[in-house]
């Protein structure tokens, strides 16, 4: 079945970058998302990428897709104590009517 | 503008009753999703309305039904609870884009004791 797997937890220091793996399952997804959830709230959308894209930028944050090994990765630039989350990738599971998330990596910034 | 809303945001319920969720949609979205997050676990896909029809079911029992009114808004229904449902219950809506984003509420909180 669908599946979106990602680490449990990463820790970095303010002013560094953080890299955020997930790996999905279906190779049909046309389009993968980044959310973010801060402690008691919803998800906020970050950013997406089409399939047929490599890479796309959006000011600090840089979504890299290799589709070969069906590996997404968010990496943040200079990492701020505000971007202190938990970070889901997620994917449409070859449907357009709903999101497979991954469990999410806890992302957190020590000043 | 307004994004999504839920309400109510928590709520403390008992086993095997019922309980009604609500939703509003942003506004000019047609099409609205329900998910479930257990602490500590990614969202779980439930339903999809879009223009009032169903077209998307998860994994879950009878006991979790939904509706989608005339103005999009949209109700998720738990009949018989169990400790179980205890959970974020996250609405979101789309837009008409091909890129198929979706906005989240900031959920209800349920607590089943």
């Known amino acids: 079945g669908e599946d979106v797997e990602q680490s449990l937890f990463l820790s970095v220091r303010e002013g560094d970058s953080s890299v955020i793996n997930c790996t999905y399952t279906?190779?049909?997804?046309?389009?993968l998302y980044w959310y973010k959830q801060e402690p008691g709230a919803g998800l906020q959308l970050l950013t997406y990428i089409f399939s047929n894209m490599d890479m796309k930028q959006d000011q600090r944050l840089t979504v890299l897709l290799n589709k070969k090994d069906k590996h997404l990765s968010l990496r943040i630039a200079d990492t701020q104590t505000g971007d202190s989350a938990i970070y889901f990738c997620?994917?449409?599971?070859?449907?357009?009517?709903?999101?497979?998330f991954g469990t999410g990596t806890l992302l957190a910034v020590q000043p | 503008d307004a994004g999504v809303t839920q309400s109510p945001t928590h709520l403390i319920k008992t086993r095997g009753q019922h309980v009604t969720l609500r939703c509003s949609p942003i506004s000019g979205h047609k099409s609205v999703s329900w998910y479930q997050q257990v602490l500590g676990q990614g969202p779980q896909f439930i339903f999809q309305?879009?223009?009032?029809?169903?077209?998307g079911r998860g994994n879950f029992p009878d006991r979790f039904s939904a509706r989608q009114f005339p103005n999009y808004s949209s109700e998720l229904n738990v009949n018989a609870l169990l400790l179980g449902d205890s959970a974020l219950y996250l609405c979101?809506?789309?837009?008409?884009?091909?890129?198929?984003?979706?906005?989240f509420g900031e959920g209800s909180r349920l607590t089943v004791l």
């Open positions: 979101a809506s789309g837009g008409q884009g091909d890129s198929g984003e979706l906005f």
């Open positions: 279906d190779s049909s997804s046309t389009y």
């Open positions: 997620a994917d449409t599971g070859g449907a357009t009517n709903k999101l497979i």
């Open positions: 309305y879009y223009e009032k029809e169903e077209r």
